[in-house]
């Protein structure tokens, strides 16, 4: 399936499905016989964007392999809510790495797969933002160095959330978290740190990258199958909101990450062989003060006098990512 | 069973961890009332129907249509869509048009030779109807629908109403108000023309209830004094004797007195038959004119003019004398003093209408209030079996709210004769703009539907707005935001980080899995529709 804006059927393909469309253009998602590849009772908080961007992203990994899908998973939240032994969630080949190897694991995976001529069981490793931009990065790097036939997926909350939100490289300036608080002449994660994990991925000259989001539902299983139908060395990193980490209401999960997008500071965009090929244009573009001001970690640039410098600072970062990327309306 | 190193546990499925027992709030799946159904003086449930019409399902939606209103086709036409200014589309972009798309489901249901089936079995009751306008005919027809026996009584050569002599046929075509009406014939419906009834009392034998709906035909006066050779008549007359075939010599210059619908229907007809200037004079000013918008603003592009704030105060040979007038602080106009001529050849008189009651003059009791009828919550007079509807009970006179009183009545009439009292349903709370996720929905402005061009209209009767092609219906109708009302868009099924919903299948909708639901709330904050509403869990 290629991604492709319906241009007008009530609601397009905004929505998950569409009556009115044929089943071929309707999402993963919107099939009665998906797979729940991560099943119900979980113990993921309330509204976790973590849970839906996993299940939205290994079920479409399942649909375009035929569902053969080995996964490997790092330590983090997503393993601690999934699998408290003796119980799990998945329903699909699942191993549990330490919290930094997940990509080599998932590495000597598709190694024994090679050996064994196993064709067309199909790689994927997984971990949040800790696990990913900064615990696993060397492993991941690695991966990425040696082109090894795995597609990994980052779910990004942007901090460690199972442990009690710590900062990770992947905390947006300006957030409070435990080790970042809102206190201070320049309260939250300092300005000018953390690092871009997809534009890294993309230095590694892999087949392919792409960015994704739990607000857009088609173009991430575009994305997903898009990769799985590569071989080598594959990276889609997509961002999850954390209602408990970033203080956003369960119900806005989706709201919140549609904010990030519209508003430039989550860019969705695709790279092969270290080239940017695509990108998605922003469809209502929204100031970041909407998206700031749903979120508790961000708290201290509004009220009663709101810090305008950080917002605008704010602001940049979005507007720049606007101009980097190309995602001004088209 | 022998397990591997340091494995002691069998391996389980997180179903047996029941996580719907963290949940403070349930999701539950709702019907809001959309604001157009709520709107609509006929009740009709326009969500539904463009629904069906959205499926390309267009006999599915004529028949929904036709369970509140028997004139798709007419209403299309002249009703004045008040659910379209409460459109909550017009909010994102424009409303939906949706006059247009009943429109073509009712020129449809003509040319494919639709009838309504009549499921009720014979009750063997009769039911007298006074009157065949928009009122009259609904209640006959809901009545029949009912199983009912029903006669119409009908004064005047033909039938329709106020639909055929008060409306002028570039509005309403007649054949497509011929058609709507012998298809209620067709249902074994009797229509008796030419039928005046002198006292009602007198034709009751045989009749177990009855069903007023006269009309209000009478024009409303004003004193104005006139020289010998001056020429004033009443916008309904000339509406009246354009519709016999009787068009009056109404000389080149034309002014109407008055503001209303009418007065804009006689402004244009005058054009039509001849006048080279057809003048509006209305006493206050173009915002507080009673008209509608949608023909004031046809009736300018025609050419019709306007004499805003004055008030007509002598008709002479040479034309009419008018009054400025001021409004005062509360809107009210006020005479100034000052006075200007105006030439005309004649003046026509649009200053409302009044009904005829003497066929009630037998019931002598009969609680009336500013020459209308008085009736209940349930249409019914103060004598009981005798109901009443229309423009002669006190109401918003448009067919719209006619073709309404019609639909209540008829459903307290098979009430009240089968010794019962009607109970209407309480309404949903409606689905008001704030409930919608509007970020769902794609753009797509209005489709405009073509008018005849401005030449033949201001000479011919041919109707001025035409109706949508198939294609344009279809879009017309797919930009119906369904607000309230599920329309299978499976955001709450795919929304849900907890596959707590579950899929019924096409038609079928969805059901809560409470048993794994945390209560996020993501389902319903997600839905587009507002469709589903999070309560409270009981401790």
Redesign the interface.
Known sequence: MTLQT???????T???????LDESQ??V??N?RRT?S???????C????E??GA?YAIDAAMRASNNQVIAANATGCLEVF?TP?????WQIPWMHSVFGNAASVATGIAAALKVKQKKGIRVIAQGGDGGTTDIGFACLSGMFERNDDVLYICYDNEAYMNTGVQRSSATPAGARTATTPAAGPHPGNPFGTGKNLPLIAMAHHIPYVATASVAN?HDLEAKVEKAMGIHGARYIHIHVPC?LGWGS???????IA?LAVESGLFPLFEAEHGEITSSSAI??KAPVEAYLKLQRRFAHLFGERPDLETIAQIQEIADRNIARFSLEGR | MKKPFAIT???????????GT?RTERPVYVDRLPPCNHACPAGENIQNWLYHA??GEYKKAWESLMENNPFPAIMGRVCYHPCESSCNRGELDEAVGIHAVERFLGDLALREGWNPEIKAKASGRRVLVVGSGPSGLSCAYHLRLMGHQVVVMESEKDSGGMMRYGIPKYRLPRDVLDAEIARIEKMGVEIRLGEKIEDVMAVMEGFDAAFLAVGAHIARRAYIPAGDAAKILDAISLLHDMEEGNPPFLGKKVAVYGGGNTAIDAARTAKRLGAEESLIVYRRTKEKMPAHASELNEAIEEGIRFKWLATVKEMGDEGIVVEKMILDETGFPRPTGAFENIEADCLILALGQESELSLLKSIPDLETEKGQVKVDVSMMTSRPGIFAGGDMVPAEKTVTTAVGHGKKAARNIDAWLKGEVFAKGALHEIASFDKLNT????D?SKTVQNELGIVRRQSSFDEVVKGLSEENAL?EA???L?CGNC?????C????????VI?L??GLKFQF?Y??C?????C???C?CGAIR?IPESI
């Open positions: 319906i241009k007008f059927y009530q609601t397009g905004f929505t998950v499905g569409n009556r009115l309707r999402t998602q919107a009665m729940n991560l099943n119900s009772g979980h113990r993921a309330q509204g976790c964007g849970a839906l299940r999934s032994y003796p119980e799990t969630s539902l209602p209401h369960p119900s806005d999960t989706v709201k549609r469809r209502r | 546990l069998d391996p389980g499925s997180s179903l047996a961890n029941h996580t963290w959205e499926s970020w769902y929905y794609s797509a879009f797919r930009r119906c369904s329309f299978e868009c499976d955001n099924y795919g929304v849900c980080p907890d596959n707590a899929k299948g096409p899995n048993d794994f945390k209560g996020c709330g993501l319903a904050s997600e587009p999070m």
